[in-house]
């Protein structure tokens, strides 16, 4: 009897000593090993990112104020011209018959100024003859003007719609008005913008813009503000930027889809490592480990500007505080750690 009472209190010892050494092992925690920064504030620069079609700085679409017979067109699609050159000729039998009366009253009131400066002649004839000279040259004028097209600045020739000798028609079309050639200034070209109006006190003429076009992958283009419209289109709550882009060797296109930067300027915020932002598995949300008396916390973040290997924080973590930087995927709110490498 006494011998299995004594097997009994052993075993009771055996249980109560191995509960209490589990125990104490619980309660001694390993500190996981990690990696940590001090979080500092950095100058960021910020840009307002848009999309866009290029168009020409210039365009005009050139025909004449009646409908008429082409008599000679000068240039073709692909055609470079400068200012005051030459484009096309409308028929000028009308032009040449009124040329003829404006060579005459010029010359008849070139005969008379004189007599009316000696006296020769009355007012009434003086104001007469004048009256004609005036009236006949407003009309060559207008038929030179509506005969002669010349270009209007220098450009290249994008569309030509008629051949000599057709008849040109003043209705119109699909497209809008009639026109015999479409004339484009495409250096510099012109980039419309529309920017939301929670950035219309950020945005500046003078600013740089970048874009950048898919055929084109990897160049940068650069240009800057020209004009900003101060009024806001009450539909879509935007503004439109005009944007002026040099374009000397003309690789750049009018229509072309472009995506743009504007930079507006630099402020102070936090930026960090990619690698210390973790992602919540099934949601949109993003968590970091900060650390709390050699623990580690977790604090939900809201991101903003991404870069390189950096990103900005908006919220969540405060200038200061100590980043866990590596060893956080093994970490839960509270975990103790010990910071192996911690940098200032």
Same mark, same amino acid.
């Given at each position: 009897?006494?011998?299995?009472?004594?097997?009994?209190?052993?075993?009771?010892?055996?249980?109560?000593?191995?509960?209490?050494?589990?125990?104490?092992?619980?309660?001694?925690?390993?500190?996981?090993?990690?990696?940590?920064?001090?979080?500092?504030?950095?100058?960021?620069?910020?840009?307002?990112?848009?999309?866009?079609?290029?168009?020409?700085?210039?365009?005009?679409?050139?025909?004449?104020?009646?409908?008429?017979?082409?008599?000679?067109?000068?240039?073709?699609?692909?055609?470079? =011209?400068?200012?005051?050159?030459?484009?096309?000729?409308?028929?000028?039998?009308?032009?040449?018959?009124?040329?003829?009366?404006?060579?005459?009253?010029?010359? %008849?009131?070139?005969?008379?100024?004189?007599?009316?400066?000696?006296?020769?002649?009355?007012?009434?004839?003086?104001?007469?003859?004048?009256?004609?000279?005036?009236?006949?040259?407003?009309?060559?004028?207008?038929?030179?003007?509506?005969?002669?097209?010349?270009?209007?600045?220098?450009?290249?020739?994008?569309?030509?719609?008629? %051949?000599?000798?057709?008849?040109?028609?003043?209705?119109?079309?699909?497209?809008?008005?009639?026109?015999?050639?479409?004339?484009?200034?495409?250096?510099?070209?012109?980039?419309?913008? %529309? =920017?939301?109006?929670?950035?219309?006190?950020?945005?500046?003429?003078?600013?740089?813009?970048?874009?950048?076009?898919?055929?084109?992958?990897?160049?940068?283009?650069?240009?800057?503000? %020209?004009?900003?419209?101060?009024?806001?289109?009450?539909?879509?709550?935007?503004?439109?930027?005009?944007?002026?882009?040099?374009?000397?060797?003309?690789?750049?296109?009018?229509?072309?889809?472009?995506?743009?930067?504007?930079?507006?300027?630099?402020?102070?915020?936090?930026?960090?490592?990619?690698?210390?932002?973790?992602?919540?598995?099934?949601?949109?949300?993003?968590?970091?480990?900060?650390?709390?008396?050699?623990?580690?916390?977790?604090?939900?973040?809201?991101?903003?500007?991404?870069?390189?290997?950096?990103?900005? =924080?908006?919220?969540?973590?405060?200038?200061?505080?100590?980043?866990?930087?590596?060893?956080?995927?093994?970490?839960?709110?509270?975990?103790?750690?010990?910071?192996?490498?911690?940098?200032?």
């Amino acid at each position: 009897m006494r011998k299995v009472l004594s097997i009994c209190l052993i075993a009771i010892l055996i249980i109560l000593v191995t509960g209490c050494s589990k125990k104490n092992n619980e309660d001694k925690e390993i500190p996981i090993p990690v990696e940590a920064i001090k979080v500092k504030t950095a100058n960021i620069q910020r840009e307002i990112e848009l999309v866009g079609t290029l168009t020409a700085w210039k365009e005009a679409d050139l025909a004449a104020q009646t409908t008429g017979r082409i008599d000679h067109i000068y240039v073709e699609e692909g055609s470079r =011209v400068k200012e005051g050159d030459l484009l096309f000729e409308m028929d000028d039998t009308q032009l040449a018959q009124t040329r003829i009366q404006y060579q005459v009253a010029k010359d %008849n009131f070139e005969r008379i100024k004189p007599l009316y400066e000696s006296g020769s002649i009355s007012q009434s004839q003086y104001d007469q003859a004048k009256a004609n000279f005036e009236s006949i040259e407003k009309t060559y004028n207008m038929l030179l003007k509506n005969t002669q097209f010349r270009a209007p600045f220098s450009g290249i020739i994008t569309a030509k719609r008629y %051949n000599d000798g057709e008849i040109f028609l003043l209705t119109p079309t699909a497209t809008g008005a009639p026109s015999v050639v479409t004339l484009m200034q495409i250096n510099p070209l012109k980039l419309i913008l %529309n =920017v939301s109006e929670a950035n219309l006190r950020e945005v500046k003429v003078g600013q740089n813009v970048e874009i950048q076009t898919d055929l084109y992958p990897g160049e940068i283009f650069k240009g800057k503000i %020209n004009n900003v419209n101060p009024a806001i289109n009450p539909v879509s709550r935007t503004f439109q930027v005009e944007v002026k882009i040099p374009n000397s060797d003309e690789r750049l296109k009018p229509g072309m889809f472009v995506r743009a930067k504007i930079f507006t300027g630099m402020t102070k915020g936090i930026l960090i490592p990619r690698s210390a932002v973790l992602k919540q598995l099934g949601t949109s949300s993003f968590y970091a480990f900060v650390v709390n008396n050699n623990t580690a916390k977790r604090v939900d973040v809201q991101l903003g500007k991404e870069l390189d290997a950096e990103i900005e =924080v908006t919220k969540g973590i405060n200038e200061g505080e100590i980043l866990i930087t590596k060893g956080q995927s093994l970490l839960k709110d509270g975990s103790k750690i010990e910071i192996k490498n911690k940098i200032e």
